[in-house]
């Protein structure tokens, strides 16, 4: 695991140790500390540090240097995993506004061929409603219409006629 991993995963002490092996060699301690640690024979918990050690002029300023150092390196790392991570938020924010603009282009180009094509029947049920109408108003319908209601009412009269008279009107108009 990489130490930016262990900073945004909230794990300090791993951080640390982590730090603390990555330190150059002129603020490694590891001497220092070993020669500072208690060791007893009766392996008891915890440990313990002489403060003689520890408390040399030359073991503080490097402690110093080093906990300057080891902050540095947190910030550092923050830092330039924070803009890791941002940067690949950008990223992927891009592709997402890309993919979308493609979408929606796909579906304006949809809509806007579904209402030519709605614009154009339109239009044509518009002519074919004008036709029907000019064909309906037209001198030459209605003199057919006028025949209609002649024809109509001769049928009418004609049906009206019993067979006896119409055979009379047949055989008198024969003489």
Same mark, same amino acid.
């Given at each position: 695991?990489?130490?930016?991993d262990?900073?945004?995963?909230?794990?300090?002490?791993?951080?640390?140790?982590?730090?603390?092996?990555?330190?150059?060699?002129?603020?490694?301690?590891?001497?220092?500390?070993?020669?500072?640690?208690?060791?007893?024979?009766?392996?008891r918990?915890?440990?313990?540090?002489?403060?003689? $050690?520890?408390?040399?002029?030359?073991?503080?300023?490097?402690?110093?240097?080093?906990?300057?150092?080891?902050?540095s390196?947190?910030?550092?790392?923050?830092?330039?995993?924070?803009?890791?991570?941002?940067?690949?938020?950008?990223?992927?924010?891009?592709?997402?506004? *890309?993919?979308f603009?493609?979408?929606?282009?796909?579906?304006?180009?949809?809509?806007?061929?579904?209402?030519e094509? *709605?614009?154009?029947?339109?239009?044509?049920?518009?002519?074919?409603?004008?036709?029907?109408?000019?064909m309906?108003?037209?001198?030459?319908?209605?003199?057919?219409?006028?025949?209609?209601?002649?024809?109509?009412?001769?049928? /009418?009269?004609?049906?009206?006629?019993?067979?006896?008279? $119409?055979?009379? /009107?047949?055989?008198?108009?024969?003489?």
């Open positions: 695991m990489q130490a930016a262990l900073w945004w995963a909230g794990r300090d002490e791993t951080l640390s140790a982590k730090l603390d092996k990555m330190a150059p060699p002129c603020f490694r301690m590891d001497d220092v500390l070993n020669e500072a640690m208690v060791k007893t024979s009766a392996n918990d915890g440990v313990a540090w002489r403060t003689d $050690v520890l408390n040399r002029d030359e073991v503080a300023e490097c402690m110093v240097y080093f906990s300057q150092w080891k902050v390196m947190e910030a550092s790392i923050a830092a330039t995993e924070s803009t890791v991570r941002a940067q690949s938020s950008v990223d992927n924010l891009r592709k997402t506004l *890309v993919d603009r493609g979408a929606i282009k796909n579906d304006l180009t949809s809509m806007k061929a579904a209402s094509r *709605v614009q154009a029947e339109v239009v044509q049920m518009r002519d074919k409603y004008k036709q029907a109408q000019d309906l108003t037209s001198p030459e319908f209605l003199k057919a219409i006028e025949n209609a209601e002649r024809m109509a009412s001769a049928l /009418a009269s004609i049906q009206a006629l019993t067979e006896t008279k $119409v055979s009379v /009107a047949v055989f008198a108009g024969g003489k």
